[in-house]
């Protein structure tokens, strides 16, 4: 049977063209509403944390979804590789709207989290599927197009998103922040399924074995990602450091968990692809890192609104989609290493300037602007980290390479928002934890642009 649709030798035409068009819609769609719930579960958290007495899991609800979004990374790169993109696809997509579904009808703080887990699952699974299924559609020369199709995908719920949510949440109840989501997605799952049907499974002879393995290690990364979370509430009579070395044990186990689900030498930030993927780790440990807390703060301290405060990612996403976009026009004339580079600075420089707005009680507005800069700095480095990774992949372990970009991503992610959560629950100022908060996560930035240059050989210009 077939690989492709399209033949990888064929022209390319423009993603919008004739064969590519309703699966460039499609996808762009899922891309669309998973950033939608991304930035609205963001904007109504603090109210869903003080409504259902959640505070202690605030910090879960986020790193949760995104721990057992490594299960699903793993899954489904190893089922991709195994027959394609299009089941793991399905699958990924019954999950995500299960999740929402339990999420939104939840009367109690774990519930939702419990629901949040489900979806981060069907999240991370239907991440690595999409990418497999650009690497099967679309011609090389036409990935910086979808992949800065997919950071545009952000424009419009980054345009309406937090405030619509915000509003939802006010005038309804945040329970339909969820619930509403639900009905979107079929139809863009609908418009990508000729295209998955027509789609064949790899030949008997590229068929890859399941890697129990190392679904194995995934499921032990995610436990250590929640048990990071939940070692805050550990409390030992005599022993007041026991929640700290928990911690520390935890992260321990993260790490070395991942190391089979990445490539060789990633942890060590060899030069080529393992330094692409921790750089894309380290470069959303640090922005969604402070990300979440940046909405709680302006709420918090400053008595922003939820509607409003949920503004400041939409100026964010604002400026990632549009960074995106001019990074996929100047092509080769912005090489890869320079532009993750500027991407990996401008977010640090956004991420310090967030933690001088809490420690120091500076305006509101020196914070929300440089958030604008991070959303330019992620626009540039992201879809570039896409586009090296398949570069640099084959057929055979198109699945494995960019179920690990994933996994660095939610991982990180994940781990810093664990990390977060302790830190601010370690402070007994509100401005204190919200310093401590930023500061850390200014840390994991400016490693992410210690190592963006390590993404290419050192002998590349």
Not at 193 to 217: E, N
Not at 219 to 232: K, R
Not at 405 to 422: E, K, V
Request: charged share 5%; aromatic share 8%; proline share 6%.
């Amino acid at each position: 049977m077939q690989d492709s649709v399209v033949p990888a030798t064929r022209p390319a035409s423009g993603i919008l063209a004739g064969p590519y068009l309703w699966v460039t819609v499609g996808t762009c769609a899922l891309v669309f509403l998973a950033a939608f719930e991304s930035l609205a579960v963001t904007t109504i958290m603090p109210l869903v944390s003080r409504e259902l007495d959640g505070a202690a899991l605030y910090a879960l609800a986020f790193a949760g979804p995104l721990a057992t979004g490594v299960i699903g990374m793993v899954a489904a790169g190893n089922w991709s590789d195994r027959r394609g993109p299009t089941a793991p696809l399905y699958t990924s997509v019954a999950l995500f709207v299960l999740g929402l579904l339990i999420a939104g009808t939840a009367a109690s703080m774990p519930a939702l989290v419990a629901g949040r887990l489900v979806q981060g699952l069907g999240g991370g699974a239907l991440t690595v599927s999409l990418y497999v299924l650009v690497a099967r559609i679309y011609p090389g020369a036409l990935h910086p197009k979808i992949f800065a199709a997919f950071s545009a995908a952000w424009v419009i719920p980054s345009l309406v998103g937090p405030f619509a949510a915000g509003i939802v949440a006010q005038v309804f109840s945040w329970h339909w922040v969820f619930l509403g989501v639900v009905g979107l997605v079929i139809p863009a799952l609908l418009m990508i399924a000729p295209v998955l049907r027509r789609l064949g499974t790899p030949s008997s002879h590229t068929s890859t074995p399941w890697a129990v393995g190392r679904l194995g290690w995934a499921a032990l990364a995610a436990a250590a990602v929640l048990g990071l979370n939940l070692s805050a509430g550990v409390r030992v009579p005599g022993i007041p450091a026991v929640a700290g070395a928990l911690a520390v044990v935890a992260v321990g186990v993260a790490l070395l968990a991942v190391r089979p689900l990445v490539p060789r030498g990633t942890l060590t930030a060899r030069r080529g692809l393992p330094s692409v993927i921790l750089t894309r780790g380290l470069a959303s440990a640090g922005f969604f890192g402070a990300e979440v807390y940046l909405p709680y703060l302006l709420i918090e301290q400053y008595d922003f609104s939820p509607t409003f405060a949920g503004l400041t990612l939409t100026a964010g996403a604002l400026s990632w989609a549009g960074a995106s976009a001019v990074q996929g026009r100047l092509g080769a004339r912005l090489p890869h290493r320079r532009a993750v580079s500027i991407g990996a600075l401008m977010v640090l420089g956004a991420v310090v300037l967030a933690l001088a707005t809490a420690a120091l009680n500076w305006p509101a507005a020196v914070a929300i602007a440089g958030w604008i800069s991070a959303g330019g700095g992620m626009g540039l480095l992201y879809p570039r980290l896409s586009v090296m990774t398949l570069a640099l992949s084959t057929k055979e372990n198109e699945g494995f390479n960019s179920s690990a970009m994933s996994i660095a991503d939610s991982l990180g992610g994940a781990l810093a928002l664990a990390t977060t959560g302790l830190v601010f629950a370690a402070f007994t100022t509100t401005a204190g934890s919200f310093a401590g908060v930023f500061g850390l996560a200014a840390v994991l930035a400016a490693a992410a642009a210690a190592v963006a240059p390590r993404v290419t050989a050192a002998t590349t210009p």
